[in-house]
Protein backbone atom coordinates (compact mmCIF):
# COMPACT_ATOMS: atom_id res chain seq x y z
CA UNK A 1 0.00 0.00 0.00
CA UNK A 2 1.34 3.20 -1.00
CA UNK A 3 1.56 6.49 1.29
CA UNK A 4 -1.04 7.97 -0.66
CA UNK A 5 -3.43 5.01 -0.59
CA UNK A 6 -2.89 4.35 3.28
CA UNK A 7 -3.73 8.45 3.95
CA UNK A 8 -6.70 7.72 1.77
CA UNK A 9 -7.53 4.56 3.94
CA UNK A 10 -6.92 6.44 6.91
CA UNK A 11 -9.16 9.46 5.88
CA UNK A 12 -12.20 6.96 4.79
CA UNK A 13 -12.16 5.10 8.11
CA UNK A 14 -10.98 6.98 11.06
CA UNK A 15 -13.95 8.31 12.59
CA UNK A 16 -15.93 5.96 12.26
CA UNK A 17 -13.15 3.80 14.40
CA UNK A 18 -12.82 6.50 16.92
CA UNK A 19 -16.53 7.18 17.45
CA UNK A 20 -16.33 3.56 18.13
CA UNK A 21 -13.64 3.77 20.71
CA UNK A 22 -15.14 6.41 22.13
CA UNK A 23 -18.35 4.95 23.21
CA UNK A 24 -16.48 2.11 24.42
CA UNK A 25 -14.00 3.89 26.53
CA UNK A 26 -15.78 7.37 26.78
CA UNK A 27 -12.54 9.06 26.75
CA UNK A 28 -11.52 11.06 23.92
CA UNK A 29 -7.97 10.82 24.40
CA UNK A 30 -7.96 6.98 25.22
CA UNK A 31 -10.54 6.70 22.23
CA UNK A 32 -7.54 8.79 20.14
CA UNK A 33 -4.78 6.19 21.64
CA UNK A 34 -7.02 3.29 20.36
CA UNK A 35 -7.87 4.30 16.81
CA UNK A 36 -4.04 4.83 16.35
CA UNK A 37 -3.20 1.64 17.55
CA UNK A 38 -5.91 0.07 15.59
CA UNK A 39 -4.53 2.07 12.31
CA UNK A 40 -1.03 1.06 12.85
CA UNK A 41 -2.08 -3.15 14.03
CA UNK A 42 -4.14 -2.60 10.47
CA UNK A 43 -1.14 -1.18 8.93
CA UNK A 44 1.52 -3.30 10.20
CA UNK A 45 -0.04 -6.55 9.93
CA UNK A 46 -1.67 -5.65 6.72
CA UNK A 47 -5.20 -7.69 5.50
CA UNK A 48 -5.07 -8.13 1.90
CA UNK A 49 -7.63 -8.97 -0.51
CA UNK A 50 -10.38 -8.00 1.45
CA UNK A 51 -13.31 -5.95 -0.11
CA UNK A 52 -13.33 -2.30 1.38
CA UNK A 53 -16.50 -3.58 3.79
CA UNK A 54 -13.99 -6.63 5.34
CA UNK A 55 -11.33 -4.08 6.05
CA UNK A 56 -13.53 -1.91 7.68
CA UNK A 57 -15.48 -4.89 9.66
CA UNK A 58 -11.97 -5.73 10.52
CA UNK A 59 -11.21 -2.68 11.29
CA UNK A 60 -14.40 -2.07 13.85
CA UNK A 61 -13.82 -5.61 15.46
CA UNK A 62 -10.47 -4.65 16.22
CA UNK A 63 -10.78 -1.44 17.55
CA UNK A 64 -13.43 -3.16 19.71
CA UNK A 65 -11.21 -6.09 20.87
CA UNK A 66 -8.94 -2.81 22.10
CA UNK A 67 -11.31 -0.68 23.69
CA UNK A 68 -12.59 -3.71 25.84
CA UNK A 69 -8.64 -5.12 26.45
CA UNK A 70 -8.16 -1.25 27.52
CA UNK A 71 -11.22 -1.36 30.10
CA UNK A 72 -10.16 -4.94 31.58
CA UNK A 73 -6.64 -3.64 31.76
CA UNK A 74 -8.52 -0.36 33.95
CA UNK A 75 -10.76 -2.41 35.91
CA UNK A 76 -8.49 -5.13 36.61
CA UNK A 77 -8.44 -5.72 40.37
CA UNK A 78 -12.32 -3.93 40.83
CA UNK A 79 -14.87 -6.08 41.66
CA UNK A 80 -17.86 -5.47 38.94
CA UNK A 81 -21.19 -4.47 41.79
CA UNK A 82 -23.57 -7.05 41.49
CA UNK A 83 -27.18 -6.64 42.02
CA UNK A 84 -29.94 -8.85 41.75
CA UNK A 85 -32.04 -10.23 38.66
CA UNK A 86 -35.06 -9.02 38.73
CA UNK A 87 -37.80 -11.45 39.00
CA UNK A 88 -39.48 -12.85 35.52
CA UNK A 89 -42.64 -11.78 37.73
CA UNK A 90 -41.98 -7.91 37.71
CA UNK A 91 -43.22 -5.80 34.58
CA UNK A 92 -40.65 -4.62 32.12
CA UNK A 93 -41.09 -1.36 31.88
CA UNK A 94 -41.64 0.66 28.69
CA UNK A 95 -39.72 4.16 27.35
CA UNK A 96 -41.78 7.29 26.65
CA UNK A 97 -43.39 7.26 23.17
CA UNK A 98 -40.97 10.36 22.11
CA UNK A 99 -37.89 10.84 23.55
CA UNK A 100 -34.85 12.86 22.49
CA UNK A 101 -32.17 10.65 20.86
CA UNK A 102 -29.34 12.88 22.99
CA UNK A 103 -31.30 12.06 26.09
CA UNK A 104 -30.61 8.79 25.34
CA UNK A 105 -26.81 9.17 24.47
CA UNK A 106 -26.36 11.00 27.59
CA UNK A 107 -28.41 8.54 30.06
CA UNK A 108 -26.05 5.94 28.32
CA UNK A 109 -22.92 7.54 29.51
CA UNK A 110 -24.18 7.81 32.72
CA UNK A 111 -24.42 3.82 33.07
CA UNK A 112 -21.80 1.71 34.78
CA UNK A 113 -19.48 0.52 32.21
CA UNK A 114 -20.92 -3.51 31.52
CA UNK A 115 -24.22 -1.81 31.12
CA UNK A 116 -22.70 0.80 28.78
CA UNK A 117 -20.81 -1.06 27.06
CA UNK A 118 -23.17 -3.79 25.80
CA UNK A 119 -25.82 -1.65 25.34
CA UNK A 120 -23.25 0.15 23.24
CA UNK A 121 -22.17 -3.05 20.89
CA UNK A 122 -25.92 -4.23 20.40
CA UNK A 123 -27.98 -1.21 19.75
CA UNK A 124 -25.32 0.99 18.24
CA UNK A 125 -22.86 -1.02 17.03
CA UNK A 126 -25.41 -3.96 15.50
CA UNK A 127 -23.63 -6.49 17.28
CA UNK A 128 -25.38 -10.31 18.25
CA UNK A 129 -24.82 -11.95 21.58
CA UNK A 130 -22.33 -14.76 19.98
CA UNK A 131 -19.95 -11.78 18.63
CA UNK A 132 -19.98 -9.96 21.78
CA UNK A 133 -19.36 -13.11 23.39
CA UNK A 134 -16.18 -14.44 21.06
CA UNK A 135 -14.80 -10.54 21.64
CA UNK A 136 -15.21 -10.36 25.63
CA UNK A 137 -14.98 -14.21 26.64
CA UNK A 138 -17.95 -13.87 28.55
CA UNK A 139 -20.56 -15.82 28.41
CA UNK A 140 -24.03 -15.31 26.04
CA UNK A 141 -25.96 -15.67 29.33
CA UNK A 142 -23.83 -13.07 31.13
CA UNK A 143 -24.16 -10.93 28.14
CA UNK A 144 -28.05 -11.28 27.94
CA UNK A 145 -28.75 -10.15 31.48
CA UNK A 146 -26.14 -7.52 31.51
CA UNK A 147 -27.97 -6.22 28.65
CA UNK A 148 -31.51 -6.84 30.41
CA UNK A 149 -29.85 -4.77 33.31
CA UNK A 150 -28.66 -1.88 31.41
CA UNK A 151 -31.68 -1.40 29.69
CA UNK A 152 -33.92 -1.36 32.71
CA UNK A 153 -31.35 0.81 34.48
CA UNK A 154 -31.39 3.37 31.26
CA UNK A 155 -35.15 3.01 31.16
CA UNK A 156 -35.15 4.41 34.68
CA UNK A 157 -32.65 6.95 34.44
CA UNK A 158 -35.04 8.53 31.53
CA UNK A 159 -37.87 8.27 33.43
CA UNK A 160 -36.33 10.07 36.54
CA UNK A 161 -35.15 12.86 34.21
CA UNK A 162 -38.64 13.27 33.24
CA UNK A 163 -39.89 14.30 36.55
Known amino acids: MTRQEATEFYRSHS ?9 IVRDPEEAEEIMQDTFMKYFTKGVPGLSEARKAAWLRT ?10 RRRKKGLELFVERIPDEAEEEEELPESIDVM ?11 PY ?19 LTG ?3 A ?15 ELKTENI
Not at 15 to 23: E, G, M, P, Q
Open 15 to 23: KAVYNTALR
Open 62 to 71: TCIRMGIDFL
Open 103 to 113: RIRTAMERLPH
Open 116 to 134: SLILDLILIEGMDYAGIAR
Open 138 to 140: QKE
Open 142 to 156: TLRSWYSRGRAKLIK
